[in-house]
């Protein structure tokens, strides 16, 4: 259609976060999924989506800036605290302790207008993270301070909801031979993407597009909207 750039919409989920380690860091060096079976419907269709913007780009039809939030949050989205769960009225935090792939969405939609303005992103891939990002247990805190009802959680190491999950694959793999659907918490890649701790850098993405997130999650930690009449 003659649109000389595309700004792509990705995401954190193209990420394989079962190829690093405990504690690593994950920025645009890192690797993404390459069996994509292994994850949800969105990373499979994320990375389809990039691998056709970057083969349009390839071949010269487009310029494209490639950019991937983590969890977007705002005013309507507050992902549950980082729960993993419930069980009656108690949460399920897996890794407590973790850092939340956080970012704001006036600060996503800052760094999408930046992007399609600034011709030093051309090519690039960014990844978009606020500063100053808050553990599960933090998020969870400041979201009640403001009136969420996010439960009190039991708290479960990421360690040991590792190795259940392991347990629980290499159960379906033996008796099932692979093919029981289980719950995301329950398959090994996809626990991993929600929970492993990591830590996040957004360092690129500032440089490359002069972005600076907004002031920080505690914040911009949302007031509840209002019930619908």
């Known amino acids: ?6 700004v792509l919409a990705s995401t954190f989920s193209v990420y394989d976060y079962a190829a690093l380690p405990i504690g690593a860091t994950l920025d645009e060096d890192s690797p993404v999924e390459s069996t994509a079976q292994r994850r949800d419907d969105y990373a499979k269709t994320k990375l389809v989506q990039e691998r056709l913007v970057r083969d349009a780009e390839t071949q010269g039809r487009i310029t494209a800036v490639v950019l991937r939030p983590g969890a977007v949050y705002g005013p309507d989205k507050t992902w549950n605290g980082g729960l993993a769960g419930t069980i009656g009225s108690v949460g399920v935090a897996v890794a407590p302790g973790a850092a939340q792939k956080l970012v704001h969405v006036d600060s996503c939609a800052d760094a999408f207008v930046l992007a399609a303005e600034t011709d030093a992103a051309n090519g690039q891939i960014l990844n978009l993270v606020d500063d100053d ?13 403001q009136g969420h009802p996010i439960p009190q959680a039991l708290p479960v190491p990421y360690r040991v909801a590792e190795a259940v999950t392991s347990a629980i694959g290499f159960a379906n793999r033996v008796l099932f031979g692979g093919r029981a659907k289980l719950p995301g918490i329950c ?4 626990m ?15 440089t490359t597009l002069g972005w600076s997130p ?10 509840p909207l209002p019930a619908a009449a």
Do not use: C
């Open 192 to 206: 991993a993407a929600q929970f492993k701790p990591l830590r996040y850098d957004n360092r690129r993405a500032k």
């Open 214 to 223: 907004h002031a920080g999650v505690h914040a911009a930690i949302p007031t």
């Open 187 to 190: 398959v090994t890649e996809r």
């Open 133 to 145: 990002l808050p553990t599960q247990r933090s998020y969870a805190a400041a979201l009640r301070a």
């Open 1 to 6: 259609q003659g649109v000389p750039k595309m």
